[in-house]
């Protein structure tokens, strides 16, 4: 089964508008965490957002929010104001308890957002 | 700001070569990871080391991958005998430390901009 899901290949946003990229996971351990990365045509992977599966308030950083709903185990990345930079592919990404000896990431398959002008 | 560095950029190499991927992770981090993106596809995990020893791998993590931190600084991918589905972009990720759900932040993984290998 897979861990991350997002089942958006690819979205398209207006300029200023914002838009939501979904992601769902699977996981059994009660202490996880669930992380967002930004790729852009250039390939380098930016983190940009963290929740802690034990965290009550969801996650903001600057434009982007994370929409974290535990009992249907979505973690949706929220962007605000869409900015033609944001254009990029988007991954969603999980570890479950390093404590338990799992560090690794596991990723979805990525979401591309193409904001339009 | 810190940064994970990797080199080359991009290495191209015929099949059956011996290749080698350097990444100098964020100086006070402690925890290491390599990962592959084969061309439009996820990214996937392939080892995390710590402490000098791997600590995880993945099943791509065959006998033909290693992993040294031959100094303080440097912490490499070796492929020994590649092959033409090695070819895919590497990333070297580092964190500071590991962290649960419970904790919160502070395990954050930062990637380096990676090292495309061409096997031909």
């Known amino acids: 089964a897979q861990k991350i899901t997002q089942t958006q290949p690819g979205m398209f946003v207006q300029e200023k508008e914002a838009v939501t990229l979904d992601c769902t996971y699977d996981?059994?351990?009660?202490?996880?965490?669930l992380f967002w990365y930004k790729q852009p045509s250039s390939g380098e992977m930016i983190f940009l957002i963290y929740?802690?599966?034990?965290?009550?308030q969801n996650a903001t950083e600057g434009r982007y929010s994370l929409n974290f709903q535990k009992a249907r185990k979505s973690a949706n990345l929220v962007i605000s104001a869409s900015q033609l930079g944001d254009s990029a592919m988007y991954f969603c990404?999980?570890?479950?308890?390093?404590?338990?000896?799992?560090?690794?990431?596991?990723f979805g398959t990525g979401t591309r957002l193409t904001v339009i002008p | 700001e810190p940064e994970v560095t990797q080199t080359p950029s991009h290495q191209v190499t015929q099949m059956g070569q011996e290749v080698i991927l350097r990444c100098v992770p964020i100086?006070?981090?402690?925890?290491f990871y390599w990962y592959r993106q084969i061309l439009g596809q996820k990214v996937e995990f392939l080892v995390s080391?710590?402490?000098?020893?791997?600590?995880?791998k993945s099943e791509i993590f065959d006998d033909q991958f290693s992993v040294e931190r031959p100094d303080g600084s440097n912490f490499t991918l070796k492929i020994r005998s590649t092959k033409l589905e090695d070819s895919a972009m590497y990333f070297c990720?580092?964190?500071?430390?590991?962290?649960?759900?419970?904790?919160?932040?502070?395990?954050?993984?930062?990637f380096g901009p990676g090292t495309r290998l061409t096997v031909l």
């Open positions: 990720a580092s964190s500071r430390t590991l962290t649960s759900g419970r904790t919160g932040f502070g395990g954050e993984q930062f």
């Open positions: 996981t059994s351990d009660p202490s996880y965490g």
């Open positions: 929740q802690g599966s034990y965290d009550q």
């Open positions: 990404a999980m570890r479950e308890d390093p404590m338990a000896g799992a560090n690794n990431l596991f």
């Open positions: 100086s006070n981090h402690l925890y």
């Open positions: 080391f710590y402490n000098n020893e791997i600590s995880e």
